[in-house]
């Protein structure tokens, strides 16, 4: 039987504010434990939130993005649970009047519908010193952790309680693993390119939930799904769904029930286990934040948030396609990642090529960040440095091995143009066709072998006698008209 997969993701992502969502404590992250808090976001009583404007705009800027309908009125409400890490025992966050609603995000060519688009606060943060003392043996800093405590005890961190947070909901539409990795990399890429969020999962900036069921195709009903939390890679996502799906599709094959459970990924096992039975909307007993009144969103203040819209990745990679004509291939590589289209628009301000600056960027510099896990942005090669490499390489000044070298050698000089290396070292190509002609008789007289075989109509041997030339040239001599003064000499007098 053949089964179909069907997945929701839920994707909090962390604003880049500088306050939190309802006081005035830094948002950032990094700080000494417990530094950045004050007596709103320690829950203590008496206390009154006070909304963020900025953390506000960016969910707007956020829905506006994913092409939702946006409330005119909205509302927070209090989601009510204990937990160790959450001081007030509920959590300020939007429930029946979300900011916005019913919006969609396209991966490859295919539209995923988006539920909601809400705000909420952060809870704090667990420590448990035995995971610390693992994540200190990974190389990880936390040392104001003394070893000292004992397994049994867990610490409460709570400066990210009250952090912004906006939550995406997708619908349940994705229908692989592999889609589900699509969806959050293009939501990954719009939320940096909105400027809202720096994404950064290892921070928890980013994190995803994720629903999955299984049902035999062409059936209508949904079965149970399970929720895996705990996901901090896009790659644990993918992974985690495969695993869960193939779970899932093993129970009903043996004729066993899915619980409706929140399972957790253990990335070391390689699989997902139960955490508890999920909990139902009613147990939060949400109701409206009292202390919060209800916000109005004018259709004038909207459309101000729609003009400061940047240029979107779809939008963008439609211009680099009609603009540049880049392939849809290459355009995709470029968007996906804002500072390297930024970059690659930079090198055409100095060297109009677009077609050679994307084949360097996509080929060379990808493959030397990739290398050297690096960011574009820490690249000491200036757009500028770069553009003037490839031109050198276009007008057919140095060849293609000696373009590489001196990509490299920019590294070690940062200061210098590739005009200059290339000068300084001698590394132009050699066009001269007076030079060229010694080279080419030279690598004539002392392969005789080589001659006879060409003579004889092994043409494989024109281009060992170019090896040669570009031996004896240190590799300067210019290769095509190098072969045409091969082929000249070799012809028989
Ligand atoms: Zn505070």
């Given amino acids: 039987m053949d089964y179909e ?20 404590c830094p948002a950032v992250f990094g700080a000494r434990e417990n530094l950045q808090v004050c007596p709103v976001c320690l829950g203590l009583p008496g206390v009154l939130p006070v909304l963020n404007r900025k953390a506000f705009e960016y969910a707007l800027k956020i829905a506006l993005a994913l092409d939702c309908q946006i409330a005119t009125r909205t509302k927070f409400d209090r989601k009510n649970y204990f937990y160790p ?9 939007q429930y029946d009047i979300p900011v916005a609603k019913d919006g969609w995000l396209e991966i490859k060519d295919k539209r995923i519908g988006i539920t909601r688009v809400h705000l909420e606060e952060d809870a704090g943060k667990l420590i448990h010193p035995d995971e610390r003392t693992k994540e200190l043996n990974n190389g990880r800093t ?26 995406i909901v997708s619908e349940p539409e994705i229908s692989s693993p592999d889609e589900a990795y699509q969806y959050l990399t293009e939501l990954k890429s719009l939320l940096i390119y909105l400027g809202v969020s720096d994404c950064d999962m290892e921070k928890g900036s980013l994190r995803c939930d994720a629903n999955i069921s299984v049902r035999p195709r062409g059936e209508k009903a949904l079965k149970r799904k399970t929720e895996i939390k705990n996901l901090n890679s896009f790659k644990f996502v993918a992974k985690a769904l495969e695993f869960e799906a193939e779970r899932q599709i093993n129970r009903l094959k043996d004729g066993l029930e899915i619980g409706g459970e929140t399972r957790l990924w253990d990335e070391d096992r390689n699989e997902t286990r139960t955490l508890r039975s999920k909990e139902d909307v009613e147990d939060y007993r949400y109701f409206p934040e009292p202390d919060l009144q209800d916000f109005t969103i004018t259709p004038q203040s909207l459309e101000e948030i729609r003009k400061s819209l940047p240029e979107l990745p779809s939008a963008r990679k439609k211009r680099f396609i009609s603009e540049y004509q880049l392939s849809p291939y290459f355009a995709n590589i470029l968007i996906q990642d804002k500072p390297l289209a930024d970059y690659f628009e930079q090198c ?43 031109k050198l390489f276009d007008e057919g000044r140095i060849s293609s091995t000696i373009a590489k070298d001196v990509f490299m050698e920019m590294f070690a000089d940062t200061s210098a143009s590739a005009e200059e290396i290339v000068q300084q070292k001698g590394l132009f190509q050699i066009s001269d066709d007076s030079l060229l002609e010694t080279l080419v008789k030279s690598a004539i007289e002392n392969n005789p072998r080589m001659v006879a075989d060409y003579r004889a109509g092994k043409k494989a041997a024109l281009e060992a006698l170019l090896g040669q030339v570009m031996r004896l040239s240190k590799g300067k001599a210019h290769p095509d008209k190098a072969r045409q003064l091969l082929q000249k000499y070799l012809q028989p007098h």
């Fill in 5 to 24: 997969i069907i997945i929701g993701l839920e994707v909090h992502t962390q604003l880049k504010t500088e306050t939190k969502l309802f006081c005035g």
């Fill in 142 to 167: 936390s040392p104001s952790v003394s070893s000292s405590f004992s397994s049994s005890v867990s610490l409460v961190d709570l400066n990210r309680t009250g952090v912004p947070l906006v939550e």
């Fill in 348 to 390: 055409l301000k100095i060297y109009n090529s677009p077609k050679s600056v994307c084949n360097w960027l996509t080929s060379e510099v990808l493959r030397y960040l990739n290398e050297n896990k690096i960011e574009i942005a820490s690249l000491t090669i200036t757009p500028t440095r770069l553009a003037g490499l490839v």
């Fill in 85 to 93: 890490d959450l001081p007030k025992n509920y959590q300020i966050s």
